[in-house]
C-alpha cells in the first residue's frame, strides 16, 4: 500500500446560500486518496472553528492526523461572477512549522498543497529536508495567489513568485495546478506550460490540468508535450476540489512507479467519478 502525506491548511468555506463546511486540499486530496487506496497521514493547520472541528474528525477518519493549532482556520467566502467561482478572503491561519511534523515516518510520497500562504518557501524545504520523502508532487495553487485580508483572490503574475520558490518547485518530482491559477495568456494552455518551464528548470513532471478539457502534461522524459481531452464530461455539478482529487491520485500512482502519462490518465478517471457521483 502507498503511504501518501498530504499537507497543507485546512480552510472555512463560507457560501452563498449561508451555510459553511470545512475544505481545503487536505481534505478533497484525502478523499480521493482514501478511494485510491491509499495509506495516508495528514499534516495541517487548524483553528476551532466548528467546521474545522468537523473537517479534523472527518481527517481522521481517513488516516492518521498531525493538526498544529492556530486561533483560526484559512477561510474564504465563495461567491460567483460571470458565471465563475470567486474566493473573499476573509482569515488567515498561523504558518505551518515544519518542526511540528518530527517523528513522522518517511512516506512513499508527500501531497503539498497549501491553500493559502500557510507554508512559506523555506518551510518547504525545510519539512522536505526533515521527511525525505520518496517523490513529492506539489499543488502549488496557493503560492499562486494574491491575498489581501476582505478582498477577492487573484492570480499572481508568474514574475511575483520569487526565484528561490522556484527553484524549491524544480525540485519536485511533479507540480500541478490548473489554468485558472494562472495570471498570463489563461486562453492558450501550451503558452502557460512552456512559462511555467522556464521557470521551474528541467526536472519535475508539469501537469496542467484545464478543468473539462482535460490536462496538458510536460514530461522531460518524453520528447513532446501531451495534450490529453477526455472522452467522458462530467457537467452541472459542482467541480470544488477536482485539482485536489486530481493531484492526490496523480501523486499515488506515482508512487506506484507508474509512468506520468498514466498516472496522469488515472487521475483523470478518478475526477470523472467523483464528480459523476455528485451528480446522483
Known amino acids: 500500500m502507498t503511504g501518501l502525506l498530504i499537507v497543507g491548511g485546512l480552510t472555512v468555506d463560507h457560501f452563498t446560500d449561508g451555510t459553511a463546511a470545512p475544505g481545503g486540499s487536505v481534505l478533497h486530496a484525502g478523499r480521493a486518496a482514501v478511494d485510491e487506496g491509499a495509506d495516508l497521514t495528514f499534516f495541517t493547520v487548524a483553528g476551532d472553528e466548528p467546521e474545522a472541528r468537523t473537517g479534523l474528525a472527518q481527517l481522521r477518519e481517513m488516516g492518521r492526523l498531525v493538526c498544529q493549532p492556530a486561533a483560526a482556520s484559512t477561510t474564504y467566502r465563495h461567491e460567483e461572477a460571470s458565471g465563475r467561482r470567486v474566493l473573499i478572503y476573509e482569515a488567515a491561519t498561523a504558518p505551518i512549522d515544519p518542526a511540528v511534523a518530527d517523528g513522522l515516518p518517511a512516506p512513499d510520497v508527500a501531497l503539498i498543497a497549501p491553500i493559502a500562504d500557510e507554508l ?28 489581501q485580508l476582505g478582498a477577492p483572490v487573484h492570480p499572481l503574475p508568474l514574475d511575483a513568485v520569487p526565484d528561490d520558490l522556484w527553484s524549491t518547485f524544480g525540485r519536485a518530482d511533479a507540480v500541478v495546478l490548473s489554468t485558472e491559477d494562472l495570471a498570463e495568456a489563461p486562453e492558450d494552455p501550451f503558452v502557460q506550460v512552456a512559462a511555467l518551464r522556464r521557470r521551474l528548470g528541467p526536472a519535475p513532471v508539469l501537469v496542467l490540468t484545464l478543468g473539462t478539457d482535460g490536462y496538458v502534461l510536460d514530461d522531460p522524459g518524453l520528447d513532446r508535450v501531451v495534450a490529453a481531452v477526455p472522452r467522458r464530461v462530467i457537467e452541472g455539478v459542482p467541480s470544488v476540489g477536482a485539482g485536489d482529487t486530481f493531484g492526490a491520485a496523480l501523486a499515488v500512482h506515482l508512487g506506484r512507479g507508474e509512468a506520468a502519462a498514466q498516472a496522469a490518465d488515472a487521475a483523470t478517471e478518478r475526477v470523472i467519478s467523483v464528480l459523476a457521483a455528485r451528480r446522483s
Open 120 to 147: 512559506s518557501g523555506a518551510a518547504l524545504a525545510a519539512l522536505e529536508g526533515a521527511l525525505e520523502p520518496g517523490r513529492t508532487v506539489l499543488l502549488i495553487q496557493g503560492w499562486l495567489r494574491r491575498l
